[in-house]
């Protein structure tokens, strides 16, 4: 590097003086040493190179204790690293032992959390002190890069006017040194040693795209990859693509993406959509894990700031994309914990690890009301039974129920084989208040993946198997009671009940009702009992002929589904409509497209998904009857082969 200066000083002018190498005139100071003619040279070359050779031996010196200070810096690191971690895992016990109420692990977890601090405490206060010292070196060491920068360029200057370098070269003072720094691991240490290296590629960044220096007060995102970060990625068709908007006022919609700029659209500074947050949690774990989300949203809480800001850009940044981008991810935390805490409840390490990051991280923000709220719900709904915290509230109406259509006294001492001694109306009753208990409690991700057909359905979607149960069941009550009569009267009268109480069925706008009672009667052990039909009355076969018209397959089930749509709440819809329409979905559409999530695929899960959430809002105003539900749901019917069997000593084939 020595023969590089000499020979940049050699050629700064014609007038330059003769310089050359002799020995080194102490060896702890630079190897460069200079025999001046003092009848030549000009006063000012020889104090320039005094002011030279006097900047090469501090650099030495500044070098040396740089690499001193970096290794003390590491090893201050490492011991802080591992603190930090053990008091993680202690974080996660105590949040483990907090949602069981257990107090002595508590009070253990706790004490062994404070020892552990107090010594980070301990370990912080040491980082700083090597934190300002090795600022203290890096701001002497730009000096001394702007010095030689300058000598190189002019080197008559006077020592008086080294002030201001518009450029620098890093290899005037050894290239690479940003690297050893940068493994420090401190962010504004990297930040420091990057901008030392290469000042003119810092100052780029408030440069426009014509190389017009920008106005002061306005921000850029800047353009050089080693400050982007995982969600300032631009976007590209490898890692999102859009539907073609005709409106240009609403955001547009996503055709597919990766799952990073899935979660930066979410938390946009820009326009948000309300909805693609709400499809997003229906349906986000079909393509990913909870904890996966999760930590996508903690890291992009943490907003990087571009380098070079004055203090109107700095609050311009912070007001215009930091805020908001903050803002959104607990809006997003918010709406997750409200609507969809199933995803919480019952796993302790995801519970823990969202209090950490509210405890350790919002509440410290300047977001801590609104981390206080959260923490709040989520303690909340920890402690419920089903993570809801209203699940023991009980509905409150406008008007009272309507009267229960049976006598104490014969509802307390009913059975099984006095089921249908009840009045129809009553019965339909109490078939929609348990079956909108049953649809209330399916949730979003029961949904996904056609969970209920593979292999875990009974866990991933135990709730629409209860449903299908349920209807299976009482479809098969049907035909056993009509098939076990042994007479004819007694067999056209149980028909002739079930057919009441599907028409009451349908004026409560139990539509699941009336499928499974109508598919009970179609049942082909009651289908073949010819006697039994041609003794049924007019009145209610025009009635089955409605029901029978209205549940039709045909054009998939259209005049079931405007029936449906038509119904004013409080109202059960037909599980089966959605369970087909969502197979249709998952079926007829690929998961990923060139490589990304397919968003057009989950919007349409969505949709359904929607669909199911607006029938479970209101409920019904009834009377429950304890001892009627018990008795439905302690059912035993037969099986189909043991109904046909049934049926054949009923009325034997001919």
Known sequence: MTSTIMEELLRSGSTAPRFYETEPLNSQRSSLSVDVDPGVVDQRWYDSFECFESLVFKRNVLVQKMELA???????LSAL??????????????????????????NKMASETQERWRAIDKLIHENGQMRRWINTLLFRRRQLLERFCLLL??????????????????????????????????????????????????????????????????????????????????????N????????????????????????????????????FLYDFLLTYRSFATSKKVLNLLVQRFFVPKPPNLNDKQEAMFLREVSDPIQIRVMNVLSQWVEKHFYDFHGDMDLTGQLLHFIEQTLMESAWRKKAEKLRESVMEKAHTRDGKKDSK?????????????????????????????IKAIELARQLALMEHRLFNKIRPKECLNQAWIKGNRHRDAPNIIRLIEHFNKISRWVSTEIVFQPTLKERVWVLRKFIKIAWESMNAHNFN?????????????????????????????????????????????????????????????????FLTDLTFVEEGNPNMLYGLINIYKRSKIAEVIRDIQQYQQTPYNLVPLPVVEEQLRGLKPYDDDQLYELSLQREPRK
Request: charged share 35%; with cysteine; hydrophobic share 30%.
């Open 70 to 76: 970096d290794e003390e810096m590491s090893d201050l």
């Open 81 to 106: 690293q591992s603190m930090e971690g053990e008091n993680k895992e202690a974080q996660k016990a105590y949040n483990r032992a907090r949602l069981l109420d257990d107090e002595r692990v508590m």
């Open 153 to 238: 360029e002019n080197p008559r200057l006077e020592p008086l006017e080294l002030e201001v370098v518009p450029g620098c070269l890093e290899d005037a003072i050894g290239g690479g040194f940003h690297e050893e720094v940068m493994e420090v691991g401190d962010k504004e240490l990297q930040f420091s040693a990057l901008v030392l290296s290469n000042k003119e590629e810092a100052d780029s960044s408030l440069l426009g795209k014509d190389g017009k220096k920008v106005e002061e007060d306005t921000w850029t995102e800047p353009s050089d990859e080693r400050y982007l970060t995982l969600f300032q990625v631009e976007d590209s068709e490898d």
């Open 240 to 275: 999102i693509r859009y539907f073609r908007q005709d409106d240009p006022t609403r955001p547009p919609k996503i055709k597919c993406s990766s799952l990073e700029k899935l979660v930066e659209r979410l938390t946009t500074s820009k326009q948000a959509d309300p909805d």
């Open 393 to 421: 509230k009980v509905p409150q109406f406008s008007e009272p129920a309507p009267r229960v259509q049976v006598s104490r006294a014969e509802w307390q001492d009913l059975g099984v084989s006095r089921m249908l001694e």
């Open 513 to 577: 009702g009336v499928m499974e009672i109508v598919s009970g009667l179609h049942n082909a052990a009651v289908y073949r009992l010819r006697k039994t039909w041609e003794m049924l009355p007019s009145k209610y076969r025009q009635r089955l002929d409605k029901l029978n018209e209205l549940t039709n397959s045909t054009t998939n089930y259209k005049r079931f589904r405007e029936t449906i749509r038509a119904a004013l709440p409080p109202s059960i819809p037909y599980l089966g409509l």
